[in-house]
Structure formats: structure tokens, C-alpha cells
């Protein structure tokens, strides 16, 4: 959910693989992303600590993969811009079209969602980096 409004985010194969073995970690809690306290939901800051303690402060945050993804989907030209900002759930600049077009873009942007995840796998090829999933991630 963003800006109070309900997004649909359609997920690759692999997202979805993800999320079954982070169940099995969770157990019941009910969220996905859980924090050091099972009951309560990880901190918007997590990944921006992790990503410092990876080395890259000052390099890289959690919103420049949101940007680095969008100007990648861009340039591909596979996919319209419409579906693109809708995956972002960005909101429509012009108010008058913003108004009138309400589409989702679904059917697209499943195929968007499988050719990033396709995309980052391929990308990794032989530097796999396996995330060492512990108590506290």
C-alpha cells in the first residue's frame, strides 16, 4: 500500500519461491518481513543498514533499486511506461488522465515482474551471494 491507496503487485516464479521459504522461517507470524520481535514488522531502515554495513553508504539506499529498476525496464522498451509507473505504483502526474484511467496493467505486469526476476538471475550468474538467514535477518 502506498500513498493509502491498495496495490496489486503481481510476483515472478522466484518472488514466490522466496516468500514460501521465509514462511518456513516465520512460522505463523503474520508478516512476511518480521523484525527482532516475531509479533511486529521489520523497520523501514532495515535495509538501508544492511546495505551500509555491505559497504555501500552513500552509494546506494532501498529507493535506487526502485530507480535503477524503472530506468532499466524503460530502456528494455518492452514494456509500456504506463505499466512501469503502475508497477512502481507511482502516481499519475496529468490529473485529468490520471482520473479517467484507472487500468492495471496486470497481464503485463506479470511478464514485467518474471523478466526482472529472469533478469537478476542472469545477471548473478556464477557470483551467487546466498543470504545467511538467521535468527535475526
Known amino acids: 500500500m502506498k500513498m493509502n491507496t491498495e496495490h496489486i503487485v503481481p510476483l515472478s516464479r522466484q518472488a514466490l519461491i522466496l516468500l514460501k521459504d ?3 522461517l516465520n ?3 503474520r508478516y512476511v518481513f518480521t523484525g527482532r520481535n516475531p509479533h511486529r ?3 523501514n531502515n532495515t535495509m538501508l ?3 551500509y554495513r555491505m559497504g555501500y553508504k552513500s552509494r546506494m539506499t532501498g529507493h535506487g533499486f526502485r530507480s535503477m529498476a524503472s530506468t532499466i525496464l524503460n530502456e528494455q522498451s518492452r514494456f509500456r511506461p504506463d505499466a ?3 508497477q512502481l ?3 499519475e502526474r496529468n490529473t485529468v488522465r490520471g482520473a479517467y484511467n484507472r487500468a492495471e496493467y496486470l497481464e503485463e505486469r506479470r511478464e514485467l515482474m518474471q523478466w ?3 533478469y ?7 557470483k551467487v551471494v546466498t543470504p545467511q538467514f538467521g535468527k535475526y535477518v
Open 89 to 91: 505504483a507511482h502516481c
Open 41 to 43: 514488522y521489520m523497520s
Open 116 to 118: 526482472w526476476a529472469d
Open 22 to 24: 521465509l514462511r518456513m
Open 49 to 51: 543498514y544492511a546495505l
Open 120 to 126: 537478476l538471475d542472469h545477471l548473478r550468474g556464477e
Open 84 to 86: 512501469i509507473e503502475r
Open 27 to 29: 512460522g505463523e507470524s
